[in-house]
């Protein structure tokens, strides 16, 4: 019989985070877990007593399979960072005390590469003090941009969702007889997968979009006019997908650039558009074309009926591997993906150490962004088979059915 | 063997508007139609000479099914109003010679009622000129503003797709641990149909939104704040749905109160935010809450990847039996739909009048809509039936197949 274990998520939410949560939760129970505790809203949660008994929420297989289709953190979140453990033992005494009182021997952190520091500090604190807790990491982020792993769980079934519905937009700005001109707002403040993702809605049966900017470099706003002016010339529809993150030389982004913006709060705060709204609105003062601005917002995250399977998969996958990993005696690591196939794809998990991993961030190689603002095909490649295949959602009433939360 | 026929699509895309296009090409060429034209970027088209033998185009099974699933107007479509007849023969004149150049007996137009209007001048000029062209009606428009109807297809489509998105938002709001605010923006300038959709969100898996506000009543911002700070108070996420026509007591639309927002384009116009933008700027600088803004813009008139099985159906049906009537001898009428059974829910198609719906707009009756910021059980009631069972996209390499433009 192995000990207790406890499980948190943090960060983000993903369409497929949960599946993470099932594939830990499964795993530890047919493994002879005792009992499995879900922190709520991660490591804050904890410090708080707020944690629930998840054999108690998680019931039956059906309760499972909705687990798996439903998006968002079932858990709950936070984007509480641990603070550095010298000069601030009493935070980690604590979180020790309150395992040690739980009789947990395994501990799981579904998240990024924030929420990696977490299983960092805290394995570190543990060697310390010679615990004999375990400590890993379950990777996640929509973002892509985790270290050492080939992909993020999350990233593929956003980048299905992404590039789905690029397709419909595509087909939306064809109707008319006159040129219109779209751009597309994606997820990314740093790393640019998400919007690269876009790449993929080309295909024999749509012309893709036109433009593909991404924060990995540098934004050239005169460059970006004169592209624009050239493709608006044919007559034609243009779809043009940002980064929210993208940035010109001085270092500012892009939306930090609309000085005409002035709406002033109450408290004296400037809020300003979008970098989206602000280039629509800059090609349809100066170009005279028709101009529309559309931010694909929370929907890219947690877009739970249009997931891809294979994501679906692994992100259990990496949740399952975790708590084997664990029970064999590991800590202070977190799984990764790693390709051994690229054709047939084929994906494997590893585990490696969070040193490595913890607060760094991976962008996209400049090598796959061209000169004439798009990506190569070794991108569209490598996004490809993180988006095959579907999990179907549990349609109840004609919507898709998820998981209560019921604490 | 019956005469030619003509088919334009016009207005805004929907996700079904080419189930209706099928409907009428599969129904023409099985009832023995020599010819069958599609207008490109309907009526405009006609006049430039813009059109294709759709035979041609639409060549097999897998084509149709295709078509089905493809969002946005195939055909193309256009804004264009015809003018009044009287004064302006020649532009009918123009009309007349081109259907009878191409020997065309049967003139179908799917749109909504700027749409219709076109049919009524079309049949009341052929009526006055003797004509034995026939001119029908092929309902469609996600707003459901069409009188008469019992709904128009492309509603149930873009109501599924709301419904299952504000599940997905509701979801993603609900992770952190402090209260946060979200203000959906849904289509509607007049005819708040869509936005009343969001109610089904609520059920057993999900606490649903909280406020709901149509352009059918006068906004009161005052009341509108004094309720979020009320519901803010309790400590939890809050989702509101907003219709982007929704207006305040003097007439000016919400997103016109931002005096504050000052772009000043090239031309000197004035650029506004939205009216979720706006109200998401006021929450947070008065109540100093966390709030997003979020529009679901083109996606829900055009995310096919998520169709209402229902919708799809109905809107092949009403395609098939506008050619239907048209070869049976009638014109200057629309196909409408007449809800014979509430439960079961159960439709059939009549065609009615074009000059009783031709520029009405049907608008949601006042008493389904509450004092408490919400809508009757008898709307959503109304509603429901119209999102049932899904037409499963034909997926090629992760993404939703749509038949290609290749014209």
């Not at 968002?72 to 604590?94: D, F, M, V």
């Not at 949740?319 to 993906?337: C, I, P």
Request: with cysteine; proline share 3%.
């Amino acid at each position: 019989m192995v000990g207790n274990v406890i499980v948190g998520q943090s960060g983000g939410p993903t369409s497929v985070i949960n599946s993470s949560l099932v594939g830990v939760f499964k795993t530890a129970k047919d493994r002879g877990a005792k009992k499995i505790y879900g922190m709520l809203h991660g490591i804050k949660g904890l410090l708080d007593d707020q944690y629930v008994d998840l054999c108690e929420k998680i019931r039956t297989d059906i309760d499972i399979d909705l687990l798996k289709r439903t998006p968002s953190s079932y858990l709950g979140s936070c984007r509480y960072k641990l603070p550095e453990i010298e000069g601030n033992e009493a935070t980690y005494q604590k979180i020790f005390a309150k395992l040690e009182f739980l009789d947990v021997k395994y501990f799981f952190y579904i998240g990024g590469n924030d929420s990696m520091d977490t299983i960092k500090k805290l394995s570190d604190y543990g060697t310390m003090v010679n615990s004999d807790i375990h400590f890993m990491g379950v990777p996640k982020t929509i973002d892509n941009d985790l270290a050492v792993t080939d992909h993020t769980p999350g990233f593929g079934s956003a980048a299905k969702y992404i590039a789905a519905t690029m397709k419909e937009i595509i087909r939306d700005g064809l109707v008319y007889d006159y040129p219109t001109i779209t751009i597309v707002e994606i997820m990314g403040r740093n790393a640019g997968w998400l919007t690269a993702a876009s790449a993929l809605a080309k295909g024999e049966d749509c012309e893709g979009v036109d433009m593909i900017y991404l924060p990995e470099k540098v934004f050239d706003i005169d460059k970006f006019m004169e592209h624009v002016r050239k493709v608006s010339v044919a007559g034609r529809s243009v779809v043009i997908a940002i980064s929210e993150g993208i940035k010109v030389a001085d270092g500012r982004y892009v939306f930090e650039l609309s000085d005409h913006v002035e709406f002033v709060d109450a408290f004296g705060h400037k809020q300003l558009a979008g970098s989206a709204k602000f280039l629509a609105n800059k090609i349809g003062a100066e170009l005279g074309i028709k101009t529309r601005a559309i931010e694909l917002s929370t929907m890219q995250r947690c877009a739970a009926h249009m997931t891809s399977r294979t994501d679906i998969t692994e992100a259990f996958n990496v949740g399952g591997a975790a708590v084997k990993a664990a029970f064999e005696g590991e800590t202070g690591r977190v799984v990764v993906l790693k390709r051994i196939s690229e054709d047939p794809y084929m994906c494997i998990t590893e585990t490696h150490d969070v040193h490595d991993i913890a607060n760094v961030e991976k962008k996209v190689p400049l090598e796959w962004i061209t000169d004439d603002d798009y990506v190569t095909e070794e991108l569209v490649h490598y996004i490809r088979p993180l988006i095959q295949a579907e999990l179907s959602p549990i349609m109840v009433d004609g919507l898709p059915h998820h998981l209560n939360v019921n604490f």
